[in-house]
């Protein structure tokens, strides 16, 4: 599963390929500071998220560790 990060530069159209949505955003997030417009990430599933929509991208899922405590934030005995 790969996310492409595709965008406008001043040298013609550049494309990359990160494993993560997190990745695939900071590497957007770079495109964008070096000048780079009409950025796009493309999930591994082929729904398009233009810069704009970028907030609407699904994120990996944090795993929760045993040792954490529940919701409630208190351990029962």
Do not use: N, W
């Not at 040298?11 to 000048?35: F, N, V, W």
């Not at 990996?60 to 529940?70: F, G, K, L």
């Amino acid at each position: 599963m790969t996310f492409s990060v595709k965008a406008k530069c001043k040298d013609g159209e550049i494309l990359h390929r990160r494993k993560t949505p997190e990745a695939a955003l900071r590497k957007a997030r770079e495109m964008s500071q070096t000048g780079c417009y009409d950025i796009h990430i493309t999930t591994p599933e082929g729904r398009d998220y233009h810069s704009s929509e970028f907030a609407d991208l699904p994120r990996t899922p944090v795993a929760r560790h045993r040792s954490q405590p529940s919701r409630g934030g208190h351990r029962s005995r």
